[in-house]
């Protein structure tokens, strides 16, 4: 299986939740005593198909350091791409790139999490020709989202902004498989969200959308964070 480096966004400064956890960055907030990110490492450890793991730091990056620089626990190496100034997440991306020795290279949110079988989507990607590969989700309320619509192929047509309607829809689920070369013009050291700038452009690429029905869940707010006690504990 080929290897796939990863970049894991983990520098937002996590506003919503001071409230719940004011002397962390929204990564490591405890779920059941574990911290977030502690998750998605040990869910990325269990597939062959990752290579280095590049944590992309900003707020508070010295607590994410100290705790994962020259850890030996996992299969992978881990590195950091620390961000002097917020970048969003597509300059954050950019900035990781400089990490990333695979032609493509996956990206996780570091606020969310995903269940989905990694070689499948890797081998999807791959059999697609894909600059860009994005894990969707179906939720009941897509509202405080924004839907994904796709075209018969699975390809997608557009993004839907948030709105105050509730309804059923498919939603950017913050897995993502990315060509290298889909990132060699977007300029270093600027402010850019992947989602509402990068991506609309990069709709006139090969961007596909890939499906994924296991468990999905944020802790974006006080509200899903509190949730996650329960929603998480089998991985803790």
């Known amino acids: 299986m080929e290897r796939f480096d990863t970049v894991v966004l983990a520098g937002g400064l996590g506003t919503r939740l001071r409230g719940e956890v004011s002397d962390l960055p929204k990564v490591l907030a405890p779920i059941n005593g574990t911290p977030f990110l502690d998750i998605l490492l040990n869910y990325l450890n269990k597939w ?3 290579g280095n793991v590049i944590i992309a730091v900003g707020y508070m990056a010295d607590k994410v350091i100290e ?3 020259n850890s030996t626990e996992y299969n992978y190496e881990i590195l950091f791409s620390v961000e002097e100034k917020p970048l969003g997440t597509g300059g954050a991306i950019k900035k990781a790139l400089q990490c990333v020795k695979t032609g493509d290279f996956l990206v996780l949110n570091g606020d969310s999490y995903t269940d989905l079988c990694l070689n499948a989507f890797m081998k999807k990607h ?3 020709n894909a600059m860009m590969t994005v894990v969707l989700v179906e939720v009941d309320n897509a509202s405080r ?3 994904v619509k796709l075209d018969k192929e699975n390809k ?3 993004f839907e902004e948030k709105n105050s309607e509730s309804s059923k829809g498919y939603i950017n689920a913050g897995v993502y498989l990315i060509k290298k070369s889909l990132f060699g013009e977007v300029k270093e050291n600027k402010v850019l969200s992947l ?3 990068l991506m609309p452009v990069f709709l ?3 961007v596909y959308g890939y499906v994924s029905y296991g468990k999905f869940f944020d802790i974006g707010t006080p509200e899903t964070y509190k949730a996650a006690d329960m ?3 089998e991985f803790c």
Do not use: T
């Open 231 to 233: 929603y998480l504990k």
């Open 126 to 128: 791959i059999e697609k």
């Open 156 to 158: 997608i047509v557009f």
């Open 204 to 206: 006139d690429k090969d």
């Open 48 to 50: 062959d198909c990752v």
């Open 195 to 197: 989602e509402k700038e």
């Open 67 to 69: 705790r994962y620089n």
């Open 145 to 147: 989202y924004g839907k």
